[in-house]
């Protein structure tokens, strides 16, 4: 089967004619509208399945397509990874985007801000890019999807998208396990809008861990586990052991829970990624209570960051790498 891809953006090309957005205003190459040929014959827009006269098969996951969880694994995937990349990751769950598959972004438009930040995007869901005018041979391997960092540590201040970026590194995995260490909101109505918020924005077939037993979690885990977050972990650890006027021994408690998050952090086989809180740019805190909330998870997150293959910043949406 041989896949000729003449434009690969969406339905009015990239730069959109007349669109003053940074996006289309900084795009080095343009793309064409979508347009693919299958051993010479072009396919239609909607979502399909094409079996080649070579047993070579396709799928184009158009919006509004349902996979078939009976279907064979598929050669080719041509999908709209700026639309809903979690997409992949149910593909991936159902056995039917192997290693062996090309999976190939389409539809390509100024959804994403940068050709960097595109290509940055497909390299974390294991997808490419491919310039108007590619053959592909589907008989050929697939390129080898990077091996990801196995710990991630994003910092951020409030509504810096912090947690947003910590969800998009793991939307086209299989299956990922979503450690809630918030409280549950239980009377507070904003809080509630909140963890509402954050539940409708993550894929359905993510599962869910509400608890502050972080350790014990990253000792289990056989997943990809997103940790979010390390702030409102330390605040149900002050709490837990009363330490909140600072007593020595409820101090040593929340040491000690410290250390045991630390060294499972260190032995954890899994993919990790986790959200903590920039307490070191504010401030200093007007009461006791939060300059010992701002001392304990400065610590924590200089420790954490110290045994982890990535750490970055979050401001203002922007990733701005912090290299050892």
């Not at 010992?292 to 979050?314: K, M, P, T, W, Y």
Request: hydrophobic share 40%; glycine share 10%.
């Amino acid at each position: 089967m041989e896949v000729l891809f003449e434009g690969t953006a969406g339905p009015l090309g990239r730069p959109v004619p007349g669109c003053p957005c940074a996006s289309c205003g900084r795009l080095p190459v343009p793309r064409r509208p979508t347009r693919v040929l299958v051993d010479g014959r072009p396919l239609p827009q909607d979502g399909f399945t094409v079996v080649a006269a070579d047993g070579g098969r396709l799928l184009h996951a158009a919006p509004g397509f349902v996979p078939d969880p009976a279907d064979d694994p598929y050669d080719v995937v041509l999908l709209d990874v700026l639309d809903r990349p979690e997409r992949l990751g149910l593909l991936r769950r159902l056995g039917l985007v192997t290693g062996r598959t090309h999976v190939v972004a389409v539809g390509i438009d100024h959804r994403v801000p940068s050709e960097a930040e595109l290509e940055r995007r497909l390299a974390l869901w294991g997808v490419r890019a491919v310039p108007d005018g590619t053959l592909l041979d589907a008989r050929g391997p697939a390129p080898a999807r990077p091996e990801p960092p196995r710990r991630t540590l994003l910092l951020g201040g409030s509504r810096s998208g912090k947690s947003a970026e910590a969800e998009l590194r793991l939307l086209a995995e299989p299956e990922v396990v979503y450690a809630a260490t918030g409280p549950s909101g239980d009377g507070d109505p904003e809080w509630l809008g909140r963890i509402r918020a954050h539940r409708e924005r993550r894929p359905a077939h993510w599962s869910t861990a509400e608890t502050t037993d972080l350790a014990g979690l990253l000792a289990d885990a056989r997943s990809p586990l997103l940790v979010d977050g390390l702030g409102t972990w330390v605040t149900a650890v002050l709490d837990g052991c009363g330490a909140w006027d600072r007593a020595p021994e409820a101090l040593a408690r929340v040491e000690a829970r410290c250390d045991e998050l630390v060294a499972a952090w260190r032995r954890t086989r899994v993919r990790v990624v986790a959200v903590s809180d920039e307490v070191g740019l504010g401030v200093v805190p007007a009461t006791s209570g939060g300059r010992l909330f701002r001392d304990v998870l400065g610590r924590l997150n200089q420790r954490l960051a110290a045994e982890s293959e990535e750490v970055a910043l979050v401001v203002a949406g922007r990733l701005l790498p912090l290299p050892v």
